[in-house]
């Protein structure tokens, strides 16, 4: 059933009967945040299904796309990953040995440190994440199919107003 031209979904469904059964809250926010947790779902799965394709990890994507995006020569320190990708040392070292291990990435010694390391993104882990990358945001357009450019940019722009806050709490 359409309301308003958008088809009815399953949020509208449960928004309706909290409505009936408790008048008296203000339900509104279902409607905005139960989608958002849906959508993180359906792109969790479309996630997992990418990464799986190219057999990696979401943790492994992360560290290959952070030196991806580093650019030539297409390395970090470990301190610099950590930033990236929000684990602790310890982790970071059994990720970095994991991925060494698969030979996606390399330690070099840092010419600008005598005791420093920095972490290479060898041809493979290029290879892999730039294909990783490509199904990715195949599986990725297919979520936003339903919507057009003008509705996709709003709706970046929407989220980028509600999420801000979180990435730069003051």
């Given amino acids: 059933m359409a309301i308003f031209g958008f088809m009815q979904d399953e949020v509208d469904r449960l928004v309706a009967a909290w409505r009936r059964e408790r008048p008296d809250l203000d339900t509104r926010p279902l409607e905005v945040l139960s989608r958002v947790t849906r959508l993180a779902r359906h792109l969790d799965r479309a996630r997992r299904s990418a990464f799986a394709e190219h057999n990696l990890e979401a943790w492994e994507f992360d560290v290959l796309s952070a030196l ?3 650019g030539e020569p297409y390395q970090l320190s470990p301190g610099a990953l950590l930033n990236q990708t929000l684990v602790t040392s310890g982790t970071m070292t059994n990720r970095i040995d994991r991925l060494a291990a698969k030979e996606l990435v390399r330690r070099e ?6 005791r420093g390391v920095l972490v290479v993104l060898t041809p493979k882990g290029r290879a892999v994440v730039d ?9 990725e357009q297919k979520l936003l199919a339903g919507l057009t450019d003008r509705q996709r940019d709003l709706l970046a722009d929407l989220l980028r107003d509600l999420v801000a806050p979180f990435d730069n709490p003051e």
């Fill in 68 to 70: 991806r995006r580093s």
């Fill in 109 to 114: 010694p840092d010419p600008a440190d005598r």
């Fill in 131 to 139: 294909d990783t990358l490509t199904d990715l945001l195949a599986h």
